[in-house]
Every structure is written in structure tokens, then in C-alpha cells.
């Protein structure tokens, strides 16, 4: 499920001087060398440890599932 969503490869100067030297996440660097996942869905850089996260919460259209809180009708 994890390669139809995410696009992993390793950071790069190039990538981290063009686009991002930070998670589109939580924020923390990211140096060159790292493992780094690109979110498909949402068109930004994870490292490894929130593409993890991210991943438990995805189903197989790497659409975002888990117990919904609140609603209209509640």
C-alpha cells in the first residue's frame, strides 16, 4: 500500500536545495542521505518516521480512515 502512495528515495542536495529541507509534517530537518517518503495525496516530503504514521492511518486508496469524531447527527 505504501508505494501507491508514497514515492520513497534518498534526500538529495538537489531535492533539499529545490524543494524542502524539512517534513511536511512535523517540521524536522531533513539531511541529505535520509530516507524520505513524497506524499502523492498531498504533494509534500515525510520522513520516515511520520510516513510510518501516516501509513496506519491510510487504507488502500491511501485516503485517510479512522474513527470519526463529532458529526452533524451526534
Not at 539531511?31 to 524520505?36: Q, T
Not at 509534500?44 to 488502500?60: A, D, I, P, T
Amino acid at each position: 500500500m505504501s508505494n501507491a502512495c508514497f514515492l520513497t528515495q534518498v534526500a538529495t542536495e538537489e531535492i533539499l536545495l529545490r524543494v524542502t529541507n524539512v517534513c511536511g509534517e512535523c517540521y524536522d530537518d531533513i539531511a541529505e542521505g535520509d530516507i524520505i517518503h513524497y506524499d502523492m495525496q498531498n504533494y509534500r516530503y515525510l520522513c520516515q518516521s511520520c510516513q510510518e504514521k501516516l501509513c496506519e492511518q491510510m487504507n488502500e486508496n491511501c485516503e485517510i480512515v479512522g474513527e470519526e469524531e463529532g458529526g452533524l447527527f451526534c
